[in-house]
């Protein structure tokens, strides 16, 4: 007789190993923004400011980034019925909702999804918080801020937290508290996660078990890339990396 508590919407909770968890976890960074653009080039010519005056929450995306999402909601629309995520977890910044509400309605469109797919909005999934070296340029943080950038230098990436600001372990600790609500909420479905770089880095830090060492190694995550895992014996397992062969 089957036990009706463990299926949900269609979906039977993964259990295997006694864990409930996704069946299937796709996360997503925002397209391209208007900072990426910005930052690029001043990074290009080692210009001291960009032209931005907003909140780093209030970045919209560039028209590049908006093909992206389109992009991946055609990817979202071709995966099999099974992959295809019926529950959308997204940072409450505005590139990665831009991103999630494009993407989503692309995949409406072309009837994979359901219209009208609610988004679950939650601040565990913003970007990384850099406090007093928000929106500064490298020239700027070599100019201004010397000792930051030498202790940055020394401290590394995975350990070092600017004044006011987060580490990565600091954003993968948000992670980890993200992880355990998505798999009790969401067990037996597929999920997709819209989100920022150092916040999919930390997934594929905390679900992969990598030390600094192999996460200092990886390139970028790259704007509407996709990166996949899947439930099997009692983890989510990788199935594919920062893939990006669906953006045109």
């Not at 992009?71 to 019926?86: I, M």
């Not at 067990?187 to 830090?205: E, K, N, Y």
Request: glycine share 8%; net charge neutral.
């Amino acid at each position: 007789m089957t036990d009706l508590t463990t299926v949900r919407n269609g979906h039977r909770a993964q259990t295997d190993g006694g864990r409930r968890l996704p069946s299937v976890l796709i996360a997503t960074r925002h397209g391209e923004s208007t900072a990426n653009v910005e930052f690029r080039h001043a990074d290009s010519t080692g210009a001291l400011t960009v032209p931005i005056t907003c909140r780093d929450a209030d970045i919209p995306l560039s028209l590049r980034g908006q093909a992206q999402a389109h992009d991946l909601g055609r990817w979202w629309a071709a995966l099999p019925p099974a992959d295809r995520p019926r529950s959308v977890w997204c940072s409450p910044y505005v590139r990665t909702v831009e991103t999630a509400r494009i993407a989503l309605a692309q995949a409406s469109g072309l009837g994979a999804v359901p219209v009208g797919l609610p988004v679950r909005y939650d601040e565990r999934l913003r970007d990384r918080e850099l406090g007093v070296l928000e929106m500064l340029t490298k020239a700027a943080i070599e100019r201004d801020h010397p000792a930051e950038a030498e202790r940055r230098r020394r401290m590394g990436e995975l350990y070092y937290r600017p004044p006011g600001g987060e580490s990565w372990l600091d954003v993968a600790l948000r992670v980890r508290g993200l992880l355990r609500d998505l798999n009790e909420e969401e067990a037996g479905r597929p999920v997709l996660l819209v989100a920022h770089d150092c916040t999919v880095l930390m997934l594929r830090h905390v679900l992969d078990r990598l030390g600094e060492e192999e996460l200092l190694a990886l390139p970028p995550v790259s704007n509407c890339s996709t990166s996949v895992w899947r439930a099997r014996e009692g983890r989510l397992r990788p199935s594919g990396w920062n893939q990006t062969s669906h953006l045109s």
